[in-house]
DNA sequence: AACCAGATTTTGAACGATCAAACAAGCACG
DNA sequence: CGTGCTTGTTTGATCGTTCAAAATCTGGTT
């Protein structure tokens, strides 16, 4: 039987089903307040019974617009937890669909030998725009985008040069600023901070955090540092729990640091939450589990998706309406930020009271 | 400065750059061969010095083939664990980049209500072809899409009916057999399984590994079941472990249960690997970290996602040589299946010996 | 010299939509 | 009654590529 390639209805198509020309089927889909009343409905109930659909090279082809965004997603880290990808994948996708655009999937190499792809999707009229994630210090592509006039934003700041590009990212600082306030209320005095070396953007932006909390509450700051990870997290905690007046809460750079730290502090027979609070940061889908039950800071991600994906429309929607050439063409290129305030998922690391029941 | 929309170089520029017409740069594109070898290198560096790259638009619009595939990504179940996505993710949009193919991202309700998003890309020449994933007993959508001809693999068999549709999967009963002799080999010979209900294609799969195992190698199969989760494979833990003559080996289904079950052990007091041995299946990132250093039987995603591509572009290619009409249209439809073999990752949840060194 | 086969290149004609401008009809106004 | 304005609809051209067929060139044959 069949299985051809099944032919789709066309402008033509419907505009001979309903008597009228292209142009005015054409006009019922992006400009229906041009057409008559009636005509419109003769017209809409032709397309509803063809199942006509624009053909979408044949629309792109005409107006330079795909109606695509690329997601550049980088190489998974074996071992390394993306808390991120899924959950932003799928804001992103959700909150371009509702506004008629799709997500282009891409991988490229690292660093500046990865831009030739931005490059070449651009140069097919593949996308129309760039959403870049897992931005680091230095990041070239910023740069590289903004020179081209490339319409992008980042999830994630451009830490060198704010204002070049717009970008959405999550206030690390700010959260850090939660966790710190939250073991201080609970009572805690010494708290030490677990982080990463200077130079990382968003360990740099989650430590000032730190810093300021203490100062403004009077804690003296103790500040302990590696490249990050589990087995890194745990040795840096027994350093500081082995320093004489050691700290009672500890507050970390991330939560992989932290469920390290909380190894650290069992196998000191010591009891998380009670005698030493422990806060991670990511709310990682192994903090709430049981066994770490990870007091952490959790990133909005799916506001994140969607504020990202709007930052964009708006932008195309400004460079499609020709606002983009020279006279007033900076409040297109207006950098545009927005940092959004995540929140503490608390639980039984730090506040015993919230231990999750265990019946048996 | 500018930042106008750069327009691109067209075969025409090229033509022009290279003093011949646009089909003999089409041809030294899409036929080398037919084009003498001078002009073809004249025009090549004509290619180069321009940039050129054939807009995608144009070539679909003309050609009716997009190079693009879709990918329908599945909501987020929040605190659960999707070990997978990113790495399959990131393996699919490898493969199809090597060919000159793109994955779009799509969403959709589950179920039949979501099928009109895969008509929609499908009638507006958006994609080719789709990838499945995430594909569950009674699922409607390879019928649907068998049906209408519409090219796709599935990631995962279809349950109810293996000949419909082409699919990739991971052989589970083969997965649960290696953790099963592992446990047998290291002495165990009341090894228990904790599974799921019933009724779901993957279960039942993983079961059936360890029904077929036991009989082989003379052990009594001890089975007990809930919905799946750390809570429910803790409590399943619990009571097996209860049972007079308990077993000392536990098999799970997923490594959420797994991670439940090594919690009950440690909770009464035994020690994982040393008086209980305890393996999970997935891999998942939390499996290896210290506290659980869980044994697991791990998929080879990567390998899945290449073998997915390569088998949905193989079908595209032989639908546009038009071999799919009536005649030898048997051997597109042929049915393609590939069952892949998962390893087995050893750590100390059932083997002591492997315990991670814990320096201090 | 005429002819032919093969290799190489060029020329119309699509693909299906949108833009820009022209056209038609209806109505008010001086 | 002609003119201008508004509203609604149609026509030609175009986006950049590939298909199909026609045109040109080359060299060998008869």
């Known amino acids: 039987m069949g299985r051809r390639r099944r032919t789709n209805a066309t402008l ?11 142009q005015t089927v054409s006009n019922v889909l992006n400009a229906p307040d041009r057409v008559a009343i009636d005509t419109r409905a003769r017209v809409e ?3 509803e019974s063809l199942h006509y659909r624009p053909n979408r090279a044949a629309r792109s082809l005409r107006t330079q617009v795909s109606r695509l965004i690329g997601y550049c997603i980088m190489p998974a880290t ?44 651009l140069s097919q009229l593949t996308v129309d725009g760039f959403i870049l994630s897992d931005t680091v210090v230095g990041d070239p592509r910023q740069g590289w985008l903004t020179e081209r006039g490339v319409p992008f934003v980042a999830f994630g700041r451009a830490w060198r040069n704010e204002e070049q590009g717009a970008w959405v990212d999550v206030d690390g600082a700010a959260g850090v600023t939660l966790a710190v306030e939250h073991v201080y209320g609970l009572g805690h005095r010494r708290i030490a901070f677990i982080g990463w070396p200077g130079g990382s953007g968003v360990g740099d932006d989650r430590l000032a955090g730190y810093e300021s909390s203490c100062a403004r509450l009077g804690v003296t700051p103790l500040v302990v540092r590696d490249v990050g990870g589990i087995e890194q997290g745990r040795v840096l905690a027994h350093r500081v729990l082995d320093a004489p007046d050691p700290p009672t809460a500890l507050v970390c750079v991330s939560d992989a640091d932290a469920l390290g730290a909380l190894r650290a502090v069992t196998e000191r027979g010591l009891r998380p939450g009670h005698d ?4 991670g940061f990511d709310d990682i889908s192994s903090a709430g589990m049981p066994g770490f039950d990870l007091t952490s800071v959790s990133q909005p991600i799916e506001e994140a998706g969607r504020a990202v994906v709007n930052m964009l429309l708006s932008r ?17 290129d207006a950098v545009a930020h927005l940092l959004l305030k995540p929140t503490l998922v608390i639980r039984s690391s730090s506040d015993p009271t919230t231990a999750m029941e265990t019946p048996r």
Do not use: Q
């Open 316 to 332: 195309l929607n400004a460079i499609e309406r020709g606002t983009s050439s020279s006279e007033s063409g900076a409040d297109v």
């Open 78 to 121: 074996p071992g390394m937890l993306n808390p991120v990808l899924d959950r932003f994948a799928h804001a992103i996708t959700e909150a371009a669909s509702d506004r008629g655009f799709h997500i282009l999937l891409f991988t490229t190499a690292g660093g500046r030998a990865g831009l030739d792809r931005y490059a070449e999707l």
């Open 12 to 22: 033509m198509s419907v505009a001979a089903a309903a008597g009228v020309s292209r």
């Open 276 to 279: 030493v609070a422990v806060v």
């Open 45 to 47: 109930s032709a397309i």
